[in-house]
């Protein structure tokens, strides 16, 4: 049966699109958002939709007493750098530890919130008063998170009207808006990734209705907001330079190219110019890329490098338990499992530079650049991108866990195509998810995350398994299968262990970081795997 609706009479009054500006799917319905239809976002929203905010909201109302991480206390801090001082200091103040190092567009945006929280309680905004946290802050910073994500549901809103197939993007709709990465992330361990990932997903909705100048624009204003975002610019580079600044024939288009990099010279002149001539360029650099960090964050990330320092960990208890003749860097022994930020140093294997980890993505990312300059179509730009941030997450240097959300954000995109893809994004989805529970430790947390998480995959993964299912057709497939769904099944008794492990270890400091360490491992084995396997479909896909 086809999951195909008839488009509603509500859709039917948005105007034709010009005809240089027409999506590249030829599947989709013909009746498409204008160019002015942001304006009007709320009026074409439906029951459920709106019935999904509430409960949403609701809900996270509810988490305002929840655990906080020091990030909280790192946002209160930049409230106050960039309400009390002037701009010319925003990137030189040491008052705290939390110095603010995200670029210009984020500290404007910083700014705009210290003016409001100044009426709701003027000890936020006081940068001495470090560590505040009464219930104003607490509330008050919260609710942002909340009101600042509106923009992923009015994008998200807007990749339904007009998908190829809207009962499946209804559903990835819901578990974006819903998803346990940005619940755990945002709305308890208190970041602003939903509101940044937004602009994103407004970003590639623009590429998807046509409208690549404002795609390319949006994109150079998320990367003005954080800078974790370059590592997708690559796929952004050549899909623009390809589909919109040149002909089919290979031809540059001087009016697209002049356009486009005046638009996103402009952003770049709004957010840098003031620190330009004030001559503090290099400052704020210094803050955005302080490389003095190691290869592996506290906890490691679960990518490449987890399983390269595992490896370097079984290799040191193998040379003490027997005769091999390895030189052991004994500087190495503690650097790895002491479960601090600071430089990673190996006992056995070759210590790992940033030049290492730089070439590395660079030429896994060139693989997808080469077949997107070739099929510079949505869909193909689409997967490059995802491909480029999951090179940098599983290559990168110094990676933080929260990054995983470069990966299953964009992959979700995907996950309705076919089943190759939902089931790439389904591996992904759960090691990554799990990956980001450590972050939140505290009993309080703990039956949340994992109900949270049991629900969210029932509610999204069951449905569109039943959607997209396609039997193995032959017998390594079959066996293949087997083995991913074992892996999957496999999360079970990893959780069980970390909440059981601490019980029977009697908090040996020996063995501390023994779960931490086994969870980034095998979150590890399921993110590289999924990995190679995008890789393999997007290589091997005809456009």
């Not at 239809?37 to 409960?55: G, M, P």
């Not at 607490?138 to 339904?160: K, M």
């Not at 623009?206 to 800078?227: E, I, P, Q």
């Not at 004030?278 to 990330?301: D, E, I, K």
Request: include cysteine.
């Amino acid at each position: 049966m086809s999951n195909s609706v008839p488009p509603s009479p509500k859709y039917a009054h948005w105007p034709v699109i010009p005809e240089d500006e027409v999506p590249e799917h030829p599947e989709a319905p013909l009746q498409l958002p204008s160019r002015w239809a942001w304006l009007n976002i709320w009026e074409d929203i439906t029951r459920s939709e709106v019935d999904l905010l509430l409960f949403s909201t609701a809900f996270k109302l509810l988490l305002f007493p929840a655990y906080r991480s020091t990030d909280f206390e790192v946002h209160r801090n930049w409230l106050a750098i960039t309400y009390s001082l002037p701009i010319s200091r925003w990137y030189y103040d040491t008052t705290s530890a939390w110095t603010l190092d995200y670029p210009p567009f984020f500290a404007y945006f910083e700014k705009l919130l210290s003016i409001p929280a100044s009426f709701v309680d003027p000890s936020i905004v006081n940068i001495q008063n470090l560590n505040y946290d009464a219930w104003h802050v607490v509330a008050y910073q919260r609710t942002t998170v909340i009101l600042t994500e509106l923009v992923l549901g009015a994008t998200l809103l807007r990749f339904i009207r007009g998908a190829v197939h809207p009962s499946r993007q209804c559903i990835l709709t819901a578990s974006l808006f819903l998803h346990p990465g940005f619940l755990i992330i945002d709305h308890i361990h208190f970041q602003y990734n939903g509101f940044m990932f937004g602009i994103l997903l407004w970003s590639i909705l623009m590429a998807r209705d046509g409208r690549k100048l404002a795609s390319g624009t949006l994109f150079a204003v998320l990367l003005n907001f954080k800078h974790i975002y370059m590592y997708l610019a690559p796929a952004y580079f050549v899909y623009l330079l390809r589909s919109y600044c040149m002909s089919p024939s290979g031809e540059i288009l001087p009016t697209r190219f002049i356009s486009l990099a005046n638009a996103v010279i402009l952003v770049f002149a709004a957010s840098l110019g003031p620190f330009i001539l004030m001559g503090q360029l290099s400052q704020l650099l210094s803050r955005l890329f302080p490389f003095t960090r190691g290869l592996n964050h506290a906890y490691w990330a679960p990518n490449a490098w987890a399983l390269v320092t595992a490896a370097d960990r079984v290799l040191l208890q193998l040379v003490r338990w027997s005769s091999m003749n390895f030189t052991v860097n004994e500087q190495g022994v503690a650097s790895t499992s002491r479960g601090l930020v600071g430089d990673t140093v190996f006992a056995v294997i070759p210590n790992i530079k940033p030049i290492h980890t730089f070439v590395i993505t660079i030429v896994f990312q060139m693989l997808f650049l080469v077949k997107l300059w070739r099929a510079p179509n949505y869909k193909s730009f689409v997967t490059a991108l995802t491909l480029c941030g999951y090179t940098s997450y599983m290559f990168g240097w110094h990676v933080h866990e929260k990054a995983v959300l470069l990966v299953v954000v964009p992959l979700s995109l995907l996950a309705a195509d076919n089943y190759a893809y939902f089931k790439t994004y389904m591996i992904a989805s759960i090691a990554g998810i799990f990956s980001l529970f450590p972050l939140l430790f505290t009993p309080a947390e703990t039956l949340l995350k994992i109900v949270y998480s049991l629900i969210w995959g029932v509610l999204v993964l069951r449905p569109l398994h039943k959607q997209v299912y396609e039997f193995p057709t032959s017998l390594p497939w079959v066996i293949l299968e087997q083995l991913e769904n074992a892996y999957l099944a496999g999360f079970v008794l990893l959780q069980a262990f970390v909440l059981v492990f601490p019980v029977l270890s009697s908090g040996s400091s020996e063995v501390e970081f023994l779960p931490l360490m086994i969870t980034s491992v095998y979150c590890a084995i399921g993110l590289g795997w999924a990995f190679i396997r995008l890789s393999i479909i997007y290589l091997k896909q005809e456009y």
